[in-house]
């Protein structure tokens, strides 16, 4: 089939020959044009400063003598000049101007092109004296409109010129071109197409010269003898390798079968990437990732691994990629598709190096649930255990601490008191000191309560209970500092919640007492300028929040931790029981208590408790 010229050699020959004509015709057309242009416009300024010499003195008459009739006609007379759009004359006395025709700011459209061509020069007047007498300035306008209409009459000759020359140079190109190149390529095509594996022959091309086609049809036909000899040698070879493929195809297939129901039936998650993408992964590599194994082929493996552990695996598999020296074995928790949840694995990983040197990395995951399951519930019953241990001997404590102090000192705040009554106002520092014996007796006492409240372990009598309103009466009950400004900021209005009075009645004691501590010393004088006890109150979902908010010195962040174990105090006295005991209350409730700084001064306690429990005996 003959190939139409516009595809052919000769026809791409031709268009990429016309092509560079016409850019450089194009190129050598715009370069006349702005000269052309160039031209014209310093011709159209040289008109415009001849109107200085011409028209410059009458102008210069026309004002000194006022005469406007002359000055208009003298303008009327400038602007026929076919170079000329408009004049305009600013005269310096009695600061007026006057125009005719286009001028700056006053084109009204009139121009297509745009841009005005300007020539300025001064009014002189030179009186009897010899004196120069500056009259004003006169403004002579062209345009680009006059320079383009003459620069057009150019480009129409330019382009016929342009258009005879490319027309006989297309005929006299098509004709050889084709002649001496297209019709031998047409024929040598057709032979070529002929040509077939089974019937392999060669081609005959008539030429009378020896040029590059003659070349190229007899490479071609030592190409086709070669085609043949290989050929017959290939059939031979190609029987035997039928039979070696057929064989090794056996034992492969073999091998997968065994390799596949290895792997399948394996316990541990297996996982093949390349180019950090899986490539494979077995049933159960599907099974800890929540979904099936096909879907994981192409998947990045950085998206089967939880968030909190993928910067870490993805660092460590480019480690290992680049050769440097990696733990083959780490634990990292997997992302199940299904739960969303993050499963611990132990992971090994190797590097592999196929033959045709692929580089791939193998890993195989074995789920630690179980095991972490088994972990979790052993370190919670040896909590637990301590716990208990801890609350056994705090109970023996507490039994005997009671027995032994609560008479010696029922006697000394009795004996105290007494002192005080009989010594009143009798010397000041004696009435002190009887006043710190009081105090110290008291605190010692509340000790007592709080190692009995925290060493029992009841069960909750719970009720519907206004939180606000509760948390009003005990601070009544208790004896704030006057020197403590208390601000109450409810906002949850008439919420309930299911709480044990008693039990709620003791945490706020123990937050409020541990709030004014934090704002005096141990005896009660004050260590800030400023006291402010804030109680807040507002709802967070399903929680309803109690905030206790002091202005003291704060805590340091390196004993957070702590501040809730029993037996720990920053203070001076007391046994740490108050903030232990206000964190069992919450959680025997359900809820929460956390101790934070704020951003000021001072420290904040969040003590939450759900909403609308359900009646219920909580041990």
């Known amino acids: 089939m003959a190939i ?15 092509g560079l004509y016409f850019l450089i015709a194009l190129a050598v057309t715009g370069v006349q044009l702005i000269l052309e242009y160039r031209d014209i416009k310093e011709d159209v300024r040289k008109e415009l400063e001849k109107s200085e010499q011409i028209f410059g003195p009458g102008i210069t008459e026309s004002l000194w003598t006022f005469n406007g009739v002359l ?11 076919h170079a000329v759009v408009g004049v305009k004359v600013e005269a ?53 409109d006059i320079v383009l209409a003459a620069v057009k009459d150019s480009l129409v000759l330019i382009m016929v010129n342009a258009a005879i020359k490319t027309a006989a140079l297309w005929i006299i190109l098509f004709y050889f071109i084709r002649r001496i190149l297209a019709r031998p390529l047409e024929e040598m095509s057709n032979e070529i197409v ?47 390798l039928e039979f070696r493929v057929a064989e090794r195809t056996y034992e492969l297939e073999t091998a997968e079968q065994r390799y596949l129901a290895v792997v399948n039936n394996m316990e541990e998650g297996l996982m093949i990437l390349e180019d950090s993408v899986i490539a494979y992964g077995n049933p159960a590599l599907g099974r800890l990732l929540g979904r099936p194994a ?32 990696v733990p083959a074995a780490y634990e990292v928790r997997m992302l199940n598709a299904e739960t969303g949840e993050a499963v611990p694995t ?15 990395t193998i890993g195989t995951l074995t ?42 000192l029922g006697a000394m705040i009795t004996s105290a008191s007494l002192l005080q009554k009989r010594l009143a106002g009798s010397d000041i520092k004696v009435d002190n000191a009887v006043s710190r014996i009081r105090r110290n007796v008291m605190r010692c006492d509340r000790i007592i309560d709080e190692l009995l409240d925290f060493s029992r ?83 967070d979902g399903d929680f309803l929040e109690i905030e206790i908010q002091d202005s003291g010195a704060g805590f340091s962040p390196d004993i957070q931790d702590r501040l809730f174990e029993p037996m720990f105090s920053t203070r001076g006295f007391g046994v740490g029981l108050g903030l232990a005991a206000v964190r069992k209350i919450a959680d025997k409730h359900d809820g929460s208590v956390e101790l934070v700084n704020n951003e000021g001064r001072g420290a904040s306690a969040r003590f939450r408790l759900p909403r609308h429990n359900q009646e219920r005996g909580v041990a």
């Open 294 to 325: 096909e879907s994981l082929i192409g998947l990045p493996f950085t998206r089967t691994i939880a968030p909190a552990d993928a910067k870490m695996a993805f660092d460590r598999h480019l480690r290992r990629m680049n050769g440097e020296n």
């Open 346 to 360: 132990w992971a090994s990983i190797s590097r592999v190096e196929t033959r045709n040197g692929r580089v791939l």
């Open 457 to 539: 372990d009841r069960t909750l009598q719970l009720e519907p209970t206004n939180i606000e309103a509760r948390v009003e009466d005990v601070l009544d009950e208790q004896k704030i500092p006057a020197s403590i400004d208390v601000i109450l900021e409810f906002n949850t209005a008439d919420e309930i919640c299911l709480v044990d009075p008693d039990s709620l009645r003791r945490a706020f004691i123990n937050l409020f007492e541990n709030a004014c501590h934090a704002m005096t010393d141990i005896d009660g004088v004050d260590q800030t300028d400023e006291m402010t006890l804030v109680i807040r109150t507002r709802l």
């Open 4 to 18: 139409p010229l516009r595809h052919s050699i000769a026809g791409q020959l031709l268009r990429y020959v016309f």
């Open 194 to 240: 002929g040509v077939r594996l089974d019937s392999l022959k060669n081609i005959d091309v008539a030429s009378d010269r020896q040029n590059e086609l003659s070349k190229l049809v007899d490479a071609f036909n030592r190409m086709i003898d070669g085609l043949k000899e290989a050929r017959s040698q290939l059939q031979g070879a190609n029987e035997k």
């Open 92 to 144: 310096t006395m009695g600061s007026s101007s006057q125009s005719i025709g286009i001028v700056e700011n006053n084109t009204d459209g009139a121009l297509r092109f745009g841009g005005l061509i300007k020539y300025e020069f001064p009014s002189i007047f030179v009186d009897q004296a010899g004196r120069p007498r500056h009259m004003g300035s006169v403004i002579v306008y062209s345009s680009q």
């Open 367 to 408: 789920d630690l649930t179980g095991q972490k399951e088994i972990e979790l519930k052993l370190e919670d019953a040896n909590k637990e255990l301590l716990q208990r241990e801890r609350l056994a001997t705090l109970g023996q404590l507490t039994a005997t601490v009671t027995h032994e102090l609560r008479n010696p």
């Open 71 to 81: 000055l208009q006609s003298i303008m009327r007379g400038m602007n026929e000049n």
